[in-house]
């Protein structure tokens, strides 16, 4: 079956301090993948996606690269600001219509 | 712009009472979810729809209801069977079938208090 295993939070980072966050996938087939954030009191926007193996997907400085051999979608960013601060979701998309949602990190940036 | 609209974002419920959350889109997507997500948590999938007159009850569906009239409109109902309606309720949409490559698109959410 297809689920999402997601670096456990809180994590907290000094500002311009370089940022991962793991996420490894099981899928069946060959998955896209996608991050997502979630900022306090809103709903998840798409920060970056990957259709496809070796793929980078990035926005707003963060990178994420496909990797099958690994079943890796690390989330990176090499200067965080304080406005970076919300819950990032690791998400693939299967075969079908419905998503595989990581249980979320949540990222605090301080000054 | 397109998008997805979930109204309202602060609904305030007694025990006992049904409420429904609205959820409506304008992007022309075939299909839609509801999400339910506690403080701290990751997202649970309530029901969901992938054409109109059609939908199918995800991992949590026990206590909710939901209609697929048309295609731009998802409404959920929390009815007094669900235990612990207090969260954070998320509705999404996406393509079909054939829009394997692009995410959902989600709306900012209602925050659901029983009182």
């Known amino acids: 079956g297809n689920s999402v295993t997601q670096m456990e939070g809180p994590v907290t980072l000094s500002e311009e301090a370089f940022l991962t966050i793991n996420c490894t996938y099981t899928?069946?087939?060959?998955?896209?993948l996608f991050w997502y954030v979630q900022y306090p009191g809103e709903g998840l926007q798409l920060l970056l996606k990957?259709?496809?193996?070796?793929d980078k997907g990035s926005n707003k400085g963060f990178e994420a690269t496909y990797r099958k051999e690994t079943t890796s979608f690390h989330l990176e960013k090499g200067s965080v600001q304080v406005s970076d601060s919300a819950v990032y979701f690791c998400?693939?998309?299967?075969?079908?219509?419905?998503?595989?949602f990581g249980t979320g990190t949540s990222l605090t940036v301080i000054p | 712009d397109g998008g997805i609209t979930q109204s309202p974002k602060y609904l305030f419920r007694k025990e006992g009472q049904n409420v429904t959350l609205s959820c409506e889109q304008n992007?022309?997507?075939?299909?839609m979810y509801w999400y339910r997500q506690d403080p701290g948590q990751g997202l649970r999938l309530i029901y969901y729809?992938?054409?109109?007159?059609?939908?199918q009850k995800g991992d949590i569906a026990e206590g909710y209801s939901v209609s697929r009239e048309k295609k731009e409109s998802f409404p959920l109902t929390v009815t007094s069977a669900q235990k612990n309606p207090t969260a954070f309720y998320l509705c999404?949409?996406?393509?079909?079938?054939?829009?394997?490559?692009?995410?959902?698109?989600f709306g900012s959410g209602t925050r659901l208090t029983v009182v």
């Open positions: 999404a949409s996406s393509m079909g079938q054939g829009g394997a490559n692009y995410g959902y698109t």
């Open positions: 899928a069946t087939g060959y998955p896209s």
């Open positions: 990957a259709t496809k193996a070796d």
């Open positions: 998400a693939l998309r299967g075969t079908g219509n419905q998503f595989y």
């Open positions: 992007l022309n997507h075939d299909a």
């Open positions: 729809s992938q054409i109109v007159n059609d939908f």
